[in-house]
């Protein structure tokens, strides 16, 4: 008897049962993750754009304009480091057990370690004057080849385009060599033009650059046309040196969306994620405040051709690890709260509003509108009738799984005064609750984040998958440096049954 078949054979059912799992995550069971990210934010920092994620010996750093570093292990939970001399638009790269840090108008820093500290080895030397593409430091972006020559890519300034040139191995402050211009703004481009619209047909900004080399070819992203548009977007072009020639991609632009939470995604990084998938970092463009702006991360994938893609999403995805196969990286789960507030016949309630300020603003799925209670009103609370639309249609109950929130705190403003026994809270703490209900009487408590002590102006959260038709939100207890806005309230989920048609609808008071 061969003993040797039964290990053969539990070894493969173990295997069946690992990939099994890995194919077919369970919500509540695997962890998610959502865009925007819900980054930590600190007194003087937050992770606002412009972002350079690097991997060291299995962690994280994040590198964001907003200054601090954010760590991880995981690429899901993130805690946050105060760093001296993290400029604006900041970019680390290794180079010989160093690590260099370069951004906006500043000098080139360097460190032992991804924490600092970073000490200035000067400013950029032999530089070219600006026919040569140079007018300072700015959006710069050092890459190192696998025969360890180190090249700085930036942009010029407006229509420019991207620049390429080969740094000194002894000196990363220093140009090493001719500069070369790699491409400039393309009018035939149309989502590389200026305005909402790209309306402006001869004016753009290129900037952002990236490059990133895969299976031998070079990949060399970039941004247009700003961040004070909503189609503000990436592109990428391609080449077989990391000099060029680079040729524009057929596929692009690689990141746009204009509509939605998650708009004007571009000028990012892309890192190895702890799964062995490449993962895209890249920058979210708010409406509302005017060049307010998060953090977004999605995965990259390459066709049988080699051209790359990303979507860009903004419902719950699977965490790296999750699955095996980042194509099958949704997990299904939709937001179920938009415009709920405005449905002809919708019972939803609300404690209070300003005017210009409706409760219907917190579900309409854009970051140009916030809700605003009135300054009185010191237990905000939002319910949200799920179904049904109109006084006709039958009741559609819906299993419910994660939340988003987004508060509106880059906004200026006066405070208003504490409740009575209300503790203070540092910025961008904000505790909250949320209950469900299928008969708008009596409501259980899904969610209780009541002591939260974590600071984060975007929050997002899994709840225990329970089945609803009624979701109530109370804030009870937030910042009072400035008034309370919530720019979006979605709660994510699945339909679940119908209640039968001749069944009659409760009708709540």
């Given at each position: 008897m061969n003993r040797t078949l039964p290990l053969v054979l539990f070894i493969m059912v173990i295997l069946a049962i690992s990939i099994a799992l890995a194919e077919d995550?369970?919500?509540g069971k695997i962890a998610r993750y959502c865009n925007p990210l819900p980054m930590i934010t600190a007194l003087g920092s937050s992770a606002s754009g412009d972002v350079t994620v690097i991997r060291e010996q299995g962690k994280y750093y994040m590198y964001c304009t907003g200054g601090g570093v954010w760590i991880s292990d995981d690429m899901l939970s993130w805690s946050f480091q105060r760093v001296d001399n993290v400029p604006v638009a900041p970019h680390v790269a290794k180079y010989n057990g160093s690590f260099y840090m370069c951004g906006n108008d500043g000098p080139v820093f360097k460190a032992d370690n991804p924490l600092g500290p970073f000490v200035s080895i000067g400013e950029w030397k032999n530089t070219p004057d600006v026919k040569g593409g140079w007018n300072g430091p700015f959006d710069v972006d050092i890459f190192i080849d696998d025969d360890n020559i180190p090249y700085l890519y930036y942009p010029g300034r407006g229509v420019s385009g991207i620049y390429v040139v080969q740094l000194d191995p002894n000196d990363l402050s220093r140009f090493a060599g001719p500069v070369k211009h790699l491409f400039g703004f393309n009018s035939d481009h149309v989502w590389e033009r200026y305005g909402e619209m790209n309306e402006y047909t001869d004016v753009a900004w290129i900037e952002g650059p990236w490059l990133q080399k895969h299976n031998g070819i070079y990949y060399l992203q970039y941004s247009a046309s700003g961040t004070q548009w909503k189609t503000y977007a990436e592109g990428y072009y391609t080449a077989k040196s990391p000099m060029g020639p680079f040729t524009y991609a057929p596929n692009n632009p690689l990141l746009r969306r204009t509509d939605g939470?998650?708009?004007?995604?571009?000028?990012?990084s892309i890192v190895e994620g702890p799964d062995g998938n490449l993962w895209q970092f890249y920058t979210i463009v708010l409406s509302n405040p005017p060049g307010g702006r998060r953090i977004g991360m999605d995965r990259v994938t390459f066709d049988k051709d080699g051209n790359m893609s990303v979507k860009v999403t903004d419902t719950p995805q699977w965490a790296p690890n999750a699955v095996s196969d980042p194509m099958k990286g949704n997990s299904g789960s939709i937001p179920v709260t938009i415009n709920k507030i405005r449905a002809m016949n919708a019972l939803s309630k609300f404690s209070s509003q300003q005017s210009g300020r409706d409760a219907a603003y917190a579900v309409d799925n854009s970051s140009g509108t916030w809700w605003e209670p009135?300054?009185?009103?010191?237990?905000?609370?939002l319910m949200i009738e799920l179904s049904p639309a109109t006084r006709f249609d039958v009741v559609q109950l819906f299993n419910i799984d994660a939340v988003r929130l987004m508060f509106n705190s880059g906004r200026r403003g006066f405070?208003?005064?504490l409740a009575a026994g209300t503790a203070q809270l540092s910025p961008d703490i904000y505790q909250y609750k949320i209950e469900v209900s299928i008969d708008g009487e009596t409501y259980l408590?899904?969610?209780?984040?009541?002591?939260?002590?974590?600071s984060r102006n975007t929050i997002f959260e899994e709840i225990p998958p329970v089945k609803c038709r009624f979701v109530r939100l109370t804030i009870t207890n937030w910042p009072r440096t400035t008034p309370l806005g919530i720019l979006e309230f979605t709660i994510f989920g699945r339909p679940a049954e119908s209640l039968p048609a001749d069944q009659p609808i409760p009708i709540v008071q």
């Amino acid at each position: 008897m061969n003993r040797t078949l039964p290990l053969v054979l539990f070894i493969m059912v173990i295997l069946a049962i690992s990939i099994a799992l890995a194919e077919d995550p369970v919500i509540g069971k695997i962890a998610r993750y959502c865009n925007p990210l819900p980054m930590i934010t600190a007194l003087g920092s937050s992770a606002s754009g412009d972002v350079t994620v690097i991997r060291e010996q299995g962690k994280y750093y994040m590198y964001c304009t907003g200054g601090g570093v954010w760590i991880s292990d995981d690429m899901l939970s993130w805690s946050f480091q105060r760093v001296d001399n993290v400029p604006v638009a900041p970019h680390v790269a290794k180079y010989n057990g160093s690590f260099y840090m370069c951004g906006n108008d500043g000098p080139v820093f360097k460190a032992d370690n991804p924490l600092g500290p970073f000490v200035s080895i000067g400013e950029w030397k032999n530089t070219p004057d600006v026919k040569g593409g140079w007018n300072g430091p700015f959006d710069v972006d050092i890459f190192i080849d696998d025969d360890n020559i180190p090249y700085l890519y930036y942009p010029g300034r407006g229509v420019s385009g991207i620049y390429v040139v080969q740094l000194d191995p002894n000196d990363l402050s220093r140009f090493a060599g001719p500069v070369k211009h790699l491409f400039g703004f393309n009018s035939d481009h149309v989502w590389e033009r200026y305005g909402e619209m790209n309306e402006y047909t001869d004016v753009a900004w290129i900037e952002g650059p990236w490059l990133q080399k895969h299976n031998g070819i070079y990949y060399l992203q970039y941004s247009a046309s700003g961040t004070q548009w909503k189609t503000y977007a990436e592109g990428y072009y391609t080449a077989k040196s990391p000099m060029g020639p680079f040729t524009y991609a057929p596929n692009n632009p690689l990141l746009r969306r204009t509509d939605g939470i998650v708009t004007g995604p571009a000028h990012g990084s892309i890192v190895e994620g702890p799964d062995g998938n490449l993962w895209q970092f890249y920058t979210i463009v708010l409406s509302n405040p005017p060049g307010g702006r998060r953090i977004g991360m999605d995965r990259v994938t390459f066709d049988k051709d080699g051209n790359m893609s990303v979507k860009v999403t903004d419902t719950p995805q699977w965490a790296p690890n999750a699955v095996s196969d980042p194509m099958k990286g949704n997990s299904g789960s939709i937001p179920v709260t938009i415009n709920k507030i405005r449905a002809m016949n919708a019972l939803s309630k609300f404690s209070s509003q300003q005017s210009g300020r409706d409760a219907a603003y917190a579900v309409d799925n854009s970051s140009g509108t916030w809700w605003e209670p009135v300054p009185e009103d010191t237990l905000p609370t939002l319910m949200i009738e799920l179904s049904p639309a109109t006084r006709f249609d039958v009741v559609q109950l819906f299993n419910i799984d994660a939340v988003r929130l987004m508060f509106n705190s880059g906004r200026r403003g006066f405070g208003r005064p504490l409740a009575a026994g209300t503790a203070q809270l540092s910025p961008d703490i904000y505790q909250y609750k949320i209950e469900v209900s299928i008969d708008g009487e009596t409501y259980l408590t899904a969610l209780d984040q009541t002591k939260n002590i974590i600071s984060r102006n975007t929050i997002f959260e899994e709840i225990p998958p329970v089945k609803c038709r009624f979701v109530r939100l109370t804030i009870t207890n937030w910042p009072r440096t400035t008034p309370l806005g919530i720019l979006e309230f979605t709660i994510f989920g699945r339909p679940a049954e119908s209640l039968p048609a001749d069944q009659p609808i409760p009708i709540v008071q």
